[in-house]
């Protein structure tokens, strides 16, 4: 019964390149949440998305960050020219469904993006 | 601020004393969420408490929420090393736009020597 599950744990880029990050989310959830934490930091809310569709994305930087879930396949995170400010963890999270029906948000390992 | 605030930042105590954090926030919710994260690592769901829900217990855990107050307590019972860790409030607020989004409080990073 696997978890949520991120790749890759870690990430080295140097700036002005991508760093893209997947989400497979646990067996069954529709929904996936990105966060962002920076050292020493909580978690900050990013995006939320159901498949196909962002739902909630008043947390994603206007520029250079965009996320998507397609019908197959894990969710993407993806960071176009990076900058030292982007090195953080970023974690994944999915549910199975809405706060309507009380459903647990569950947490993968998080990719740790290094900007060097 | 949508986020929570904990307190204190840090906590330091000895093995098997008992540990108190606190979670308050600023919206109205639908539940509250303590989540454990270890160093370099995810984050653990603990535990859950609903708005209906005063106290809840689980283990050597307990969870108290005061709505009115708009706060939350976390109390860990005889403690032990690997309690060591970082914990986090978290709340589905109810406000304007998507309701499903958890919000995380700042953390209280808690010690606890052998």
Partial sequence: NAGVMQNPRHLVRRRGQEARLRCSPMKGHSHVYWYRQLPEEGLKFMVYLQKENIIDESGMPKERFSAEFPKEGPSILRIQQVVRGDSAAYFCASSLGTESSGNTIYFGEGSWLTVV | SQQ????????????GENATMNCSYKTSINNLQWYRQNSGRGLVHLILIRSNEREKHSGRLRVTLDTSKK????????SRAADTASYFCAFRGIYGGATNKLIFGTGTLLAVQP
Avoid: H, K, M, Y
Avoid at chain 2, 7 to 12: E, G, R
Avoid at chain 2, 71 to 78: N, R, V, Y
């Fill in chain 2, 71 to 78: 706060s939350s307590s976390l109390l860990i019972t005889a």
């Fill in chain 2, 4 to 15: 929570g605030e904990e307190d204190p930042q840090a906590l330091s105590i000895q093995e």
